[in-house]
């Protein structure tokens, strides 16, 4: 059976690029008789608050979007990526690394799709481990794990190319998990079988595939939708003025409306589907 998964973190309210993600992620799994599940990704402690989830609730509620189950959240699945983040340990695929973000930003050369690429400083060196983040050491990772390949529904066919994001962290320095870790154990944990999410998370597939390649995770499909984006080609955020999600329902106007009229791409003025997105890192994990 198909399932699919949105996957929202809680630190800010639902936008529009928001709703139409959910209302994606549900009609297709709704479209071919499957299941459609809400993760709510709360690991950052820092930037994460719990009114946000409740606001989420409503607001999907609202627009109509049913999901099955109980809602999954992260933040209790530490033991997990814990365990997870052991296994590599043990295949000796990771590294401690204690290099400070101005230290990586100064060291790299390379930009790559979630920012300066880790210069390798720690790689080899003896750190000590106690409050160091764990760095996957992507040359032997990708060694270890052979060619591997990956479908996206609507790109087709991809050569899994995971180099270009360097040694990403796997295991913060203030917690057990990382997105990609999270991300990919969860998808497995949960029988998510279409990974629905925007075109800007497209790379980060890469790294994943080869995640559960080392894992032994079984491999979903993925479906990476376009962005709704302004008039000036920027991707909608929180921070721009538009109502948010929660401000139209509590204006009064008709969430199932607006539902459908993300389904239809009749957007508000100003705002359009953008294919054309180059893939951008949004999860600053170190
Ligand atoms: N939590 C991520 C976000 O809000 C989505 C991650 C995913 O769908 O894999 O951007």
Known sequence: MIRTRFAPSPNGSLHLGHAYAAVVAHDLARARGGQFLLRIEDIDGARSRPEFVEEFFRDLEWLGLAWGGEPVFQSRRLAAYAEGGERLKAMGL??????????????????????????????GRNVDPEGAAWRLDMARAIVAAGPLEWTDELAGPQAADPARFGDVVLLRKDLPASYHLAATLDDAADGITLVTRGADLFAVS???????????????????????????????????????????RRAGEDGRALADALRAHRFPAGISLSGNWTAMGLHGET
């Open 94 to 123: 990771l590294y401690p690394c204690r290099c400070t973000r101005a230290e990586i930003a100064v060291a790299a050369a390379d930009s790559g799709p979630d920012g300066p690429v880790y210069p390798g400083t720690c790689r």
């Open 206 to 248: 890469h790294v994943h595939r080869l995640l559960q390649a080392l894992l032994g995770l079984p491999v979903p499909v993925w479906h990476h939708h376009a962005l709704l984006v302004e008039a000036d080609g920027t991707k909608l955020a929180k921070r721009r003025g538009s109502p948010s999600i929660a401000d139209r």
